[in-house]
């Protein structure tokens, strides 16, 4: 079975500082891709990075990274210079090969201080 | 930028009724989604469209929904006897392929109110 975890509910970051919201995710199937989504209080859902299960690299875009460490199944986003428009709620998702579907996991809630 | 767009943004609707939430995907993306998300909850999968049929549907998928994409560019969620664990944030969305590099591209989702 499919399975994402996202362990911290709210997260709060200084604005300029880096965070890192944790993501770790159980799936049997050797291939799969992990996104990242952030959904702002207006509740549309922003594709933000992605990473391969065969990706030999960590994904990045602008401020977005993404620390893939496969043996331990984990996906962690890092946001790096916070912003105050960085607050918003952040999803985890995971896809398998044979699946269309995301799995998203629970979301955890970020707030940037000014 | 080409973006999913979903209409309306908000539908109340009294329990037992039939809604129907459409959608317009990204114009070349050959892939379609419904998720919806229960107030405060995580996003739930639906259910998988491609090439005019169901690929793929969730548990929560049950005879009580259905979709069509019933021209080139419309696809639509139909709920009938809607009940009040209806309401949620209803989400379309497209991809290019099926592939597992490729994001799916979410619209910004139908509020439904069931009272």
């Known amino acids: 079975a499919q399975k994402i975890t996202q362990t911290q509910p709210g997260m709060f970051v200084q604005e300029k500082e880096a965070v890192t919201l944790d993501c770790t995710y159980d799936?049997?199937?050797?291939?799969?891709?992990l996104f990242w989504y952030k959904q702002p209080s207006s509740g549309e859902m922003i594709f933000l990075i992605y990473?391969?299960?065969?990706?030999?690299q960590n994904a990045t875009e602008g401020r977005y990274s993404l620390n893939f460490q496969k043996a331990r199944k984990s996906a962690n986003l890092v946001i790096s210079a916070s912003q105050l428009g960085d607050s918003a709620m952040y999803f985890c998702?995971?896809?398998?090969?044979?699946?269309?579907?995301?799995?998203f996991g629970s979301g955890t809630k970020l707030n940037v201080k000014p | 930028e080409p973006e999913v767009t979903q209409t309306p943004s908000h539908q109340v609707t009294q329990m037992g009724q039939e809604v129907i939430l459409r959608c317009v995907p990204i114009?070349?993306?050959?892939?379609f989604y419904w998720y919806r998300q229960i107030l405060g909850q995580k996003v739930e999968f639906l259910v998988s469209?491609?090439?005019?049929?169901?690929?793929?549907k969730s548990e929560i998928f049950d005879d009580q929904f259905s979709v069509e994409r019933p021209d080139g560019s419309n696809f639509t969620l139909k709920i009938r006897s809607t009940k009040l664990e209806d309401s949620a944030m209803y989400f379309c969305?497209?991809?290019?392929?099926?592939?597992?590099?490729?994001?799916?591209?979410f619209g910004d989702g139908t509020r439904l109110s069931i009272l």
């Open positions: 969305a497209s991809s290019v392929t099926g592939a597992n590099n490729q994001p799916q591209h």
């Open positions: 799936t049997s199937d050797p291939s799969y891709g």
């Open positions: 990473q391969g299960s065969y990706d030999q």
């Open positions: 998702a995971m896809r398998v090969s044979n699946f269309n579907k995301f799995y």
């Open positions: 114009s070349n993306h050959l892939y």
């Open positions: 469209f491609y090439n005019n049929e169901i690929s793929e």
